[in-house]
């Protein structure tokens, strides 16, 4: 019998790589929300996989960009921050955006070369999304160029909404974790709390319904949370915070349909996830410059 395996596992990559997809395929549910807009995760999220002699807590990060101003730094933040903490570090890049220019990999994937190669731990390399690329010899260039990159890694061809590969890298990576008793129950999945997962799937719905560059100035706030243990009802006041009035305008849609659309969507899931019928109520409110306010940032989670 081997010893019970605990550890931390740090996924790192540009925004979009497909981080957050794998980690949730991992769970077998969704604990970090998903999009195909950059920055959908801003905070740092944890979930937990428990089996019978392991306990893997996956750190999902923000990507790993080159923007700048203060709530990108604190994204990045986040990002190191989960490095530092890891035993073992996964990095996901998108294999099919690079499949036709490998070229522009050591350019777009240069902030984690230093952090990742200097780590000191186990690295593992899944080139993601596959099942995009249909002709397979592309992938050759990309896996040479990427072991040129992380010259002491492994890697690992994945699709991480299909699965395919999947479970591969997660024996590589259980194998890599050091032997400890378990930190958390078996049924816990996530370290984060309910109140921010609510604000995070509210968010979420928020960015699905907007086009282009209105999802990055928007934050969502839990106002109230008040919980009806008789009627196993939760009544939950949420506040979306953009930057701009003709924003506002836009979250709320005409005669409030899109407000109204988030809401219902956002509500829904939150039931699913609370097994609890759930009463939402949402605002639309104006803060100008809050990506730049530290203070509200922090408010929010970022940046502690
Ligand atoms: P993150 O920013 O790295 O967390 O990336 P997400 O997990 O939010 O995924 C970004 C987008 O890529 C979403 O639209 C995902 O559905 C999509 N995606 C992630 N993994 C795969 C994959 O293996 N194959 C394909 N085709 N799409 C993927
Ligand atoms: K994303
Ligand atoms: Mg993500």
Do not use: C
Not at 129 to 154: F, N, T
Not at 256 to 262: A, E, P, T, V
Not at 284 to 291: A, F, H, I, L, S
């Amino acid at each position: 019998m081997s010893e019970f395996k605990f550890g931390f596992v740090a996924l790192l990559g540009p925004p979009n790589a497909g981080k957050s997809t794998l980690m949730n395929h991992y769970l077998g549910q969704k604990v970090a929300i998903v999009s195909p807009k950059p920055q959908t995760t801003r905070n740092r999220i944890s979930g937990i996989l428990s089996d019978d002699d392991s306990q893997v807590v996956f750190l999902d990060t923000p990507g790993v960009h080159k923007l700048r101003g203060k709530m990108n730094r604190f994204l990045l933040e986040t990002a190191w921050d989960a490095l530092a903490n890891s035993d073992v570090i996964v990095v996901l890049f998108d294999a099919a955006f690079f499949a036709s220019k490998p070229h522009l990999m050591e350019q777009e994937l240069s902030p984690l070369l230093k952090p990742v190669n200097g780590s000191g731990r186990p690295v593992y390399v899944a080139v993601n999304k596959i099942d995009k690329v249909k002709d397979k010899a592309m992938l050759l260039p990309v896996m040479q160029k990427a072991q040129e990159m992380w010259p002491d890694a492994e890697f690992f061809p994945i699709s991480a909404r299909k699965g395919d590969g999947a479970d591969v890298l997660l024996e590589k990576i259980k194998a890599a974790l050091p032997e400890g008793a378990p930190m958390f129950p078996e049924d816990q999945i996530s370290t984060v709390p309910m109140r921010f997962m609510a604000a995070e799937v509210i968010r979420e719905k928020l960015f699905m319904s907007l086009q282009q560059e209105l999802p990055y100035s928007t934050a969502v706030e839990i106002e109230f949370w008040n919980e009806d243990p008789e009627k196993n009802l939760v009544n939950i006041g949420a506040i979306i915070y953009t930057t701009k009035n003709n924003h506002k305008g836009m979250i709320i849609g005409k005669g409030g349909q899109n407000l109204k659309q988030i809401g219902i969507k956002a509500r829904t899931e939150i039931e699913e996830m609370l097994e609890q019928k759930v009463m939402l109520e949402l605002w639309v409110k104006v803060r100008e410059g809050w990506t730049e306010d530290v203070g509200f940032l922090r408010s929010i989670g970022l940046g502690e």
